[in-house]
């Protein structure tokens, strides 16, 4: 499988259901540093021990108020696609056939919540739907398979068909402010995990023959301009998050493939 290098933009500025196989995902951790303030020696007292003792105890057990806010939105397959554009090998991609390049998503977003104010903390796991039947196969051979997305292009020498599979994604940001129920999205990153399967096959014929497969695995996208809500309805908490990201890829030059993702992800949780 070849490899791939990546760098992040939106907009064209550089910033560098049924879902297939999934991998195993890494965790964020959080480390607590403690750092004691200056204060009056306490010489040979067991009560000012045991004070200190319980202080730091009440410290490292006391929740922090994104642990005990972070709740998991399901994201609402009916609600939720994704539309792919861009440009192989720079030629600009077409569809292969009807819905090849929109695709459904489902999975689970992670959020914290705490007054005014929305974190994605990342272990986000929100993966696409199968679309179609697409070439090439996922080795990068002739023929038609199961595939989330599936692009054709042409110049005036070669013709080429690329399919990718396994399509799953991370939503992660720091705390964003959170406004009468909307929220700036452009300090999220949108991110394949590195342990995902995601992939783009792709078959090239004409002036010149190539084929093969490529790990989109640690593509990461962020900076785009635009409103997520978080709103109540009934007994549902809904989350709106437009997508609107660019990714770099090299297939067989540097940076010679990019795919926008443009579309909407809408996801609820019970309250």
């Not at 705390?175 to 909307?182: C, E, F, I, N, Q």
Request: charged share 15%; net charge negative; proline share 5%.
């Amino acid at each position: 499988m070849n490899s791939v290098e990546w760098k992040d933009s939106v907009g064209g500025e550089d910033r560098s259901e049924e879902p297939r196989k999934l991998n195993g995902r890494g965790k964020h951790m959080k480390s607590l540093k403690m750092q004691s303030a200056n204060g009056p020696a306490v010489k040979s007292c067991a009560v000012g021990h045991l004070g200190v003792l319980l202080a730091i105890g009440l410290a490292i057990g006391a929740p922090g108020p994104s642990a005990q806010d972070a709740h998991s939105f399901t994201v609402d397959t009916s609600q939720s696609r994704v539309a792919i554009s861009g440009n192989i090998m720079g030629a600009p991609v077409h569809e292969q056939g009807p819905g090849s390049l929109l695709a459904q998503y489902g999975g689970t977003i992670v959020a914290t919540v705490s007054g005014n104010s929305i974190q994605f903390p990342g272990d986000s796991r929100v993966v696409a739907t199968i679309s179609g039947d697409w070439q090439p196969l996922s080795d990068g051979n002739p023929g038609s398979e199961l595939a989330n997305y599936g692009g054709t292009a042409s110049d005036f020498s070669s013709t080429g068909v690329a399919a990718v599979r396994d399509v799953e994604v991370d939503v992660a940001s720091g705390t964003l402010a959170l406004v009468d129920g909307m929220f700036d999205t452009q300090g999220i990153t949108l991110s394949i995990p590195e342990s995902a399967p995601t992939s783009i096959a792709y078959r090239v014929q004409g002036f010149f023959d190539d084929s093969g497969v490529a790990a989109l695995g640690g593509a990461r996208a962020s900076g785009q301009s635009a409103q997520g809500s978080l709103t109540n309805v009934g007994g549902e908490q809904v989350l709106t998050l437009p997508i609107n990201y660019r990714f770099y890829f090299s297939l067989m030059s540097p940076n010679d493939t990019a795919v926008s993702l443009t579309g909407l992800l809408v996801a609820t949780r019970r309250l």
